[in-house]
């Protein structure tokens, strides 16, 4: 494959093959000229013959058909997998000089009927122009690669074909411009396509020593409906409120797949069979999930068939959301400590202190959690007592827990109906068939 030397290599392809060409054709008899590849403005300065075949590269584009080939060139970690051609056309500049009249103009008529007659650089003509003594060689480069040799331009996939490439005499007049020298008797040509490629170690993967076919028929599952129930042997209730415990129960269609699972909020789990049929599926709260709205999803997965091993995805459903609420631990919920009075000189006045309320789960340190405590049983003659204060934050250096603190000022001393909002789910209140009761707390010096 080409490398690096690959550019100058094919500029003195063609400048042998030019020279070759007019001496074969008996012009060294009749005069003396010169093949050069110098930039223009750059041959009146070097004291030159003036009988000159000037072949300048004066353009490099992209070739657009290999550009994309081995692509991507990494893997998904960064690793290289492939070493993608750095694929280019190459434009020349092909002018001529002559010291008497009509000999420029003849240089350049040889010098495009031998272009004309090797349309194709073959990898034979690439050997010969490039072997010892080889005009190209990698003795300038640096140590590590001075074993570069221009003659493996012969071994590349694509054959460099040279053509040539017309342009109006705007274009012209901008090219001469910028070479900053008069305009010449001059053609231009285009070599196509020389493909450079990288000597750096990829990553390649072990060769596939068995292929297989795997054919399913793929259904979109769909959650219609999210029921939730307390116990197995209770009855499944539409928008009831799910707690850490509870089973949830999806209706729909499609939802049994070769292999099912369910994704609750960041939780995969795997339903037994009994829990699994295509028109519904019953699975727990994850003891690891957080309070808060979440959402639940059936993920459908193919296992692959022997001699692989793994699965394959699948489908997925829609996402069906819900609202986790938080709920209190069994024993010591809610405790009153450091409580006493803002005012001495009042008994009867607001309090301060701090509420601590323990979970029966954890609570993330980046969750919003508030207190609301709501008065329980009002005097007729007001409106109930309301205070919300927001729950003191957690170490930097802990993650989850299931105690809060909440620090109170100025509550006035009663009953209070206590609740806790975390990400917008509440604690359930206890309901006595005519007033919310449970859970209560008094709040005194």
Not at 109 to 121: F, I, N, S
Not at 269 to 287: C, F, K, L, M, Y
Not at 317 to 337: G, Q, R, W, Y
């Amino acid at each position: 494959m080409a490398n690096a030397l690959s550019i100058a290599a094919v500029t003195a392809v063609l400048r042998d093959l030019l020279n070759d060409g007019l001496i074969n054709h008996n012009l060294d008899g009749m005069f003396e000229f010169q093949v050069t590849t110098q930039p223009p403005d750059r041959l009146a300065a070097n004291g030159l013959p003036a009988n000159l075949v000037n072949l300048y590269l004066y353009r490099v584009t992209p070739n657009t058909g290999w550009t994309n080939l081995r692509m991507p060139s990494r893997s998904s970690t960064g690793e290289r997998t492939t070493n993608p051609f750095l694929a280019l056309d190459l434009h020349y500049i092909l002018s001529t000089t002559g010291a008497e009249d009509l000999v420029a103009e003849t240089l350049l008529g040889y010098a495009m009927l031998v272009l004309h007659d090797t349309p194709v650089l073959d990898r034979e003509l690439i050997r010969q122009s490039l072997g010892p003594p080889a005009p190209v060689d990698g003795t300038i480069l640096p140590q590590a690669f001075q074993q570069l040799a221009a003659a493996d331009l012969a071994d590349q996939f694509e054959q460099i074909k040279i053509s040539p490439f017309y342009t109006d005499l705007e274009e012209l007049s901008k090219i001469w411009t910028a070479i900053n020298t008069p305009l010449r008797t001059s053609v231009f040509y285009q070599a196509s396509v020389v493909l450079i490629e990288s000597e750096q170690s990829t990553r390649s993967a072990l060769p596939v020593r068995q292929r297989g076919i795997y054919v399913r028929q793929l259904k979109r599952p769909r959650i219609a409906r999210l029921l939730s129930r307390a116990d197995p042997g209770d009855t499944a209730q539409l928008n009831r409120r799910i707690q850490h415990g509870d089973e949830l129960l999806m209706e729909g269609h499609g939802l049994r797949g070769e292999i099912t699972r369910v994704r609750v909020g960041d939780v995969t789990v795997s339903p037994t069979d009994e829990n699994i049929t295509d028109r519904r599926i019953v699975v727990g709260i994850p003891a690891a999930l957080l309070a808060g709205v979440t959402g639940v999803q059936v993920v459908h997965t193919i296992a692959k068939e022997s001699p692989s091993i793994g699965e394959m995805p699948g489908e997925t459903s829609n996402l069906a959301p819900f609202v986790l609420s938080p709920s209190l631990a069994e024993v010591n919920a809610i405790t009153l400590t450091d409580n006493e009075l803002v005012d001495d000189g009042d008994p009867a006045g607001p309090i301060n202190g701090v509420i601590r309320i323990n979970f029966a789960h954890s609570v993330g340190r980046d969750q919003l959690a508030n207190l609301i405590l709501s008065e329980f049983e009002p005097p007729a003659d007001r409106r109930p007592l309301e205070y919300g204060f927001r729950a003191v934050r957690p170490p930097a250096n802990v993650s989850e827990v299931t105690q809060l603190d909440f620090n109170l000022r100025g509550v006035h001393q009663a009953t209070y109906l206590v609740r806790v909002r975390i990400d917008g789910a509440e604690t359930a209140l206890g309901f006595d068939g005519t007033q919310y009761n449970q859970p209560q707390l008094l709040i005194q010096p």
